[in-house]
């Protein structure tokens, strides 16, 4: 049966420790687990071995997870960054990412949802809601899939209205239109919905 070798160990933190094979494979452990068993580069690592530094890496990423997400709902996407800058092995972070899901403890759909709410809550234009968050890692179907069910594409152009109520509200009367749909544009509004906010907003004032 081939059996691994250790060749270099990588120091993380104080207490982490990354152990790389000659197989690219790489575990991490505790610096007072590998004083115990003595490991050097060209150690030959064995089944029972092996285990231990795969348990331990699981067990690792897993308490970084919690940690990660105790205070603030993450994506899948974040999540597996996360570990990756730790850095813990591709196959373990799915597994830590698999484990969460089993346990409801980490949902895109339900990330997505709350997420696209917030962004209409603060009039963000219909682009600008799906890059976001696509940008999170969400899949853009389930995007599309939650945006859909909201109406975010039907009301923009309330949406628009909003700020412009906002932006022209204490002006006196004086507006630069041409600011205004720049404005507009740069926040990502369609054409059309700028057209019928600025059409509802000054008809709204001229009545």
């Not at 089993?102 to 799906?130: F, H, P, W």
């Not at 968050?133 to 109406?151: C, P, R």
């Not at 004086?174 to 019928?196: A, E």
Request: hydrophobic share 35%; net charge negative.
């Amino acid at each position: 049966m081939l059996t691994m070798k250790l060749m270099r160990v990588e120091k993380i933190n104080k207490r982490l420790r990354r152990l790389v094979t000659d197989c690219e494979d790489f575990y991490l452990c505790d610096s007072k687990w590998l004083e115990t068993n003595r490991l050097e580069n060209d150690f030959e690592i064995d089944d029972v071995i092996e285990e231990e530094l795969k348990e331990f890496t699981e067990a690792y990423s897993l308490e970084r997870t919690l940690k990660y997400i105790e205070f603030k709902r993450r994506t899948e996407k974040e999540v597996s960054d996360h570990l990756k800058k730790i850095p813990v092995p591709e196959d373990i972070i799915i597994t830590s990412i698999f484990k969460m899901v089993e346990y409801g403890m980490l949902d895109d759909e339900l990330y997505a949802r709350d997420y696209i709410e917030e962004l209409i809550e603060k009039n963000q234009s219909t682009y600008v809601i799906k890059m976001k968050s696509i940008n999170k890692g969400i899949k853009e179907s389930l995007v599309e899939s939650i945006m859909a069910e909201l109406n975010v594409v039907e009301n923009e152009g309330f949406r628009a209205l909003r700020l412009i109520e906002k932006r022209c509200g204490n002006r006196d009367g004086k507006h630069d239109f041409n600011k205004l749909r720049q404005y507009l544009y740069g926040k990502g509004f369609s054409t059309d919905s700028i057209r019928k906010s600025m059409e509802n907003y000054f008809k709204g004032i001229a009545q």
